[in-house]
């Protein structure tokens, strides 16, 4: 691989150049998985996948990396971005659990030192991953999930050294909702005998499992919060009723609008509070911006609000420019996150659509299922969270519910708590305190602990 030098070279060009250096790669092509793999440590691999016609997937896996162990004897990690249209390879890796950072630095907090590390640009469209036809486009989580089979099948086929290997899906947001349906399908396919993996459990973070049970918290999460007066309360509990009256008469698109409109609401009432940390606000628009905002379709202004901030100014020259030329596979005429807006507006109808009793037929088949979310969050708030993991049917709820939360701390010197827990059986719940919607980019320390004990590591 050759990378054009900057004017004045120097030990900082010379640190990013070895650090982009390409690993050795076997048997890579545009539209077929990698068939020879490297097995030491330290390694790393990335290929695509036809999931259908016309659709094309990438994935980026990383060897683990602990100084005592051998790959073989760490688990194996799917990390699953949200939005629908958040890149996995791009955002999960750059920018919260990768050995990198943007800036190309070694991460501290990296989950590398602890599992393998499956990125995976899903649902097609998204990142790299690229449909060559608009009717490509996944339309709903069945359809994700099905694509996800055919790469999941692919990969452990031609990676028999991941079979045995503990295999588990973390994931964020809308990505939770995906890890729900694709754990599901996994685990039949794995008893049917048709996918081989150890399959060994679901993480769904700050995740959109049901949407209705977010959107009917935020008022009162808002107001808790002193971001929102007795009017500004009554205006989003009055919109958010809306929402609940559509999703019960299974008006999904309307629903979607309303979803929107609630989420203006909460704007107008709060001067602009940041979705994804409530201690943080959103960056202003210029007036321009701000009229072009409101001609918008809801759909235009929901995927600006909730799938622009995955794709940053610095995050997309990176991944267009040092990590498009490492890669060396991505078509010419593609680049990364060029597709994401079509896959966000092609799920239109599934946004809103709970997946409850997803949860409940991986927890009575024995799946281990952990929620975690983070303290800060509103766009999935915790008291959402905690309503519609109330509304389970798994026979051991009440257990659970019975049980005493226990605190957690990510640095064992000190007495500050980082979280909370509660578990029983193969259900667990994680409280992570200080942390937004993106818990391992504001509590990394945290996060990878709470990741190792999810695993059984700690």
């Not at 499956?118 to 709903?140: C, E, M, R, W």
């Not at 049901?210 to 935020?218: A, G, H, I, K, N």
């Not at 969270?385 to 109330?390: D, F, H, I, L, P």
């Amino acid at each position: 691989m050759e990378l054009a030098p900057p004017s004045r070279p120097g030990p900082r060009w010379l640190l990013l150049l070895l650090l982009l250096l390409p690993l050795p790669l076997l048997g890579q092509s545009a539209l077929g998985a990698v068939t020879d793999e490297p097995t030491e440590e330290g390694k790393e691999v990335w290929g695509y996948v036809t999931v259908r016609q016309d659709a094309h997937m990438f994935w980026w896996l990383y060897y683990a990396t602990h100084p005592c162990k051998n790959f073989s004897e760490l688990p194996l990690v799917m990390w699953l971005q949200g939005g629908p249209g958040g890149s996995s390879t791009g955002f999960g890796n750059f920018q919260e659990i990768g050995p990198l950072d943007t800036d190309l630095k070694p991460r501290k907090t990296t989950w590398l030192q602890a599992a393998s590390l499956l990125f995976v640009d899903n649902p097609v469209g998204t990142g790299f991953s690229y449909v060559n036809k608009s009717a490509s486009y996944a339309k709903d989580l069945a359809m994700v999930a099905a694509d996800m089979m055919v790469l999941l099948k692919t990969f452990f086929d031609c990676h028999k050294e991941f079979q045995t290997i503990p295999f588990y899906i973390f994931s964020e947001s809308y990505g939770g909702k995906m890890a729900a349906g694709i754990g599901l399908e996994l685990y039949k396919a794995v008893q049917q005998g048709t996918i081989k993996c150890n399959f060994s459990g679901v993480a769904l973070g700050d995740s959109w499992i049901s949407p209705v049970d977010s959107v009917l918290s935020w008022g009162p999460y808002l107001y808790s919060m002193s971001l929102l007066d007795d009017q500004g309360l009554a205006e989003v509990s009055h919109v958010a009723e809306q929402v609940l009256d559509a999703v019960n008469k299974g008006l999904y698109k309307e629903a979607t609008q309303l979803w929107e409109k609630a989420e203006m609401v909460i704007e107008k009432n709060t001067d602009g509070v940041n979705f994804y940390n409530i201690l943080t606000k959103d960056t202003p628009m210029s007036s321009m911006e701000s009229s072009l905002e409101f001609m918008r379709s809801h759909l235009v202004r929901l995927c600006q609000r909730h799938v622009r901030h995955l794709h940053g100014d610095s995050l997309s020259q990176l991944m267009n420019g040092p990590i498009r030329k490492k890669l060396k596979i991505i078509p010419e005429d593609f680049s990364w996150g060029a597709q994401s807006s079509n896959v966000f507006m092609n799920m239109e109808g599934d946004f809103m659509k709970p997946v409850i009793s997803i949860v409940d037929e991986l927890l009575e088949a024995g799946v281990n299922v952990t929620v975690y979310n983070g303290q800060l969050d509103l766009i999935v708030d915790t008291m959402g969270q905690e309503a519609w993991v109330r509304k389970l049917k798994w026979p051991e709820l009440p257990k659970f519910n019975q049980l005493r939360w226990k605190a957690l701390y990510s640095d064992p010197k000190s007495s500050e708590t980082s979280a909370f827990v509660k578990s029983y059986k193969n259900l667990a719940f994680y409280w992570i305190l200080r942390a937004g919607h993106m818990v391992p980019s504001d509590q990394g320390d945290m996060a990878l602990k709470m990741m190792k004990l999810v695993t059984q590591q700690e």
